[in-house]
């Protein structure tokens, strides 16, 4: 019980933390319209700046957090985050300019940076054997709480723009409060470190952790596949409209079933699959899954099919939990919340560029004058991404069968 609760209190971290995001994104147009006095279009871009700001504190802040969790803790790094958290929330439901909205989501990326010290809370915890399994959890509790989210946000959203905030603020209270009482300190004086300003940052942290035995291609490995990845939240709701002419509760339907399978994927099939694998054939089963529904999407044309194809695309899931074990089980313990936080800063790079790189493949290929319409040619470019993260991680295996 010692040991359980403290996982499901981190569990239920990362599973507010994505409600939290997707409970507020059914009212941000309306909410950005109030507050501006604009049309939706100014609030698009509104919204596109407050997006960005969220990811670009992401990036800045995840080595940081990281590395004061190594120095200070995991315990006081999560709970004042998460108290941080329910402040944030509450500003943005009684913000009364964009400013201040703009504040709010720089503060929440600053906060959603604790991931990393969430997955290194779990890597403290977790058997060598295991890490990769309890990364997968991790997982599964972000997808469904991005599930989750939008679905109640859109039901609070009824009451009110500012409902859903309120909610976010509720729930991630009642976790600190449970926090409070069940969260042990995981870090102890032999694996402590002193915080290094020359460190605590993304290039720094790039620098200390890929000096380490077999990281930097997992390092790569990690960030092109997240980048791959993003073809799906950046492109599916134009591709489907394009190529399926699927009305907007479709491309919803669609997106639940992904995000579910996505879950079903990192919290159930992983832990049959990555024991009797191990890391490496993980990551190239996962791979290959993911080439070929990027394969598939890019020519069908058939809603139906796409529709079936949703839980082969989620197969790709378990690439990311056995990369993480495997760079976690050869990472000192002494380095561990800087190793998350230099994954969360690559995510959130990924997650800034990938959408930039996607959306504009797809308008090169769909806009009026295109040489070739092609409405899946992003799917092609995630495909080239895949295609070298196999050759990255089967050069090894290549070598030792030459010698």
């Not at 009212?27 to 596109?48: H, M, N, R, S």
């Not at 958290?85 to 964009?98: F, K, T």
């Not at 300003?197 to 390092?219: E, Q, W, Y």
Request: glycine fraction near 12%; charge should be positive; proline fraction near 6%.
């Amino acid at each position: 019980m010692r040991t359980r609760l403290p996982f499901v209190f981190i569990l239920m971290t990362i599973l507010i933390d994505a409600i939290g995001v997707g409970l507020i994104l059914p009212v941000t147009p309306q909410l950005i319209e109030e507050v501006t006095g604009g049309p939706l279009a100014d609030a698009a871009l509104w919204g596109g700046v407050l997006t960005s700001a969220f990811a670009v504190m992401q990036f800045l802040c995840g080595p940081v957090i990281g590395a004061l969790s190594d120095r200070f803790g995991r315990r006081p790094v999560l709970l004042i985050s998460l108290a941080v958290m329910v402040v944030d929330y509450l500003l943005m439901a009684v913000a009364g300019s964009i400013w201040l909205l703009l504040v709010g989501r720089i503060v929440g990326g600053l906060t959603a940076a604790t991931h990393a010290t969430a997955a290194a809370f779990i890597s403290d915890i977790s058997p060598p054997e295991r890490k990769g399994q309890n990364f997968g959890l991790i997982g599964a509790a972000f997808g469904v709480g991005f599930i989750l989210g939008p679905v109640i946000g859109g039901l609070l959203g009824e009451l009110g723009t500012r409902a859903p905030f309120y909610a976010a603020a509720a729930l991630a209270a009642a976790n600190l409060l449970l926090g409070l009482f069940v969260l042990p300190e995981t870090l102890t004086d032999r694996i402590r470190r002193p915080f290094e300003f020359r460190r605590a940052n993304p290039f720094g942290a790039l620098a200390a952790i890929g000096r380490l035995p077999g990281l930097r291609r997992m390092i790569a490995v990690s960030f092109l596949y997240e980048l791959s990845f993003t073809v799906y939240p950046a492109t599916w709701a134009y591709f489907a409209t394009a190529r399926f002419d699927w009305e907007p509760g479709t491309i919803g339907l669609s997106l639940a079933v992904f995000g579910l399978a996505f879950a079903l994927v990192q919290g159930g099939l992983i832990r049959l699959i990555l024991p009797r694998l191990g890391e490496m054939w993980t990551m190239l089963f996962g791979l290959a899954g993911s080439a070929a529904t990027f394969t598939i999407l890019a020519f069908i044309r058939d809603g139906d099919l796409a529709l079936v194809l949703i839980p082969l695309s989620a197969l790709g899931a378990v690439v990311m939990p056995a990369a993480q074990g495997r760079m976690a089980r050869r990472t000192p313990d002494s380095q561990q919340g800087e190793l998350q936080g230099l994954l969360a800063s690559l995510r959130a790079v990924a997650m800034i560029a990938g959408p930039l790189a996607m959306t504009g493949t797809f308008f090169a290929f769909t806009a009026p004058g295109a040489p070739v319409y092609m409405p899946g040619a992003a799917f092609l470019l995630s495909l080239a991404l895949v295609g070298v993260c196999a050759v990255i991680l089967s050069y090894p295996l290549l070598q030792r069968r030459r010698r």
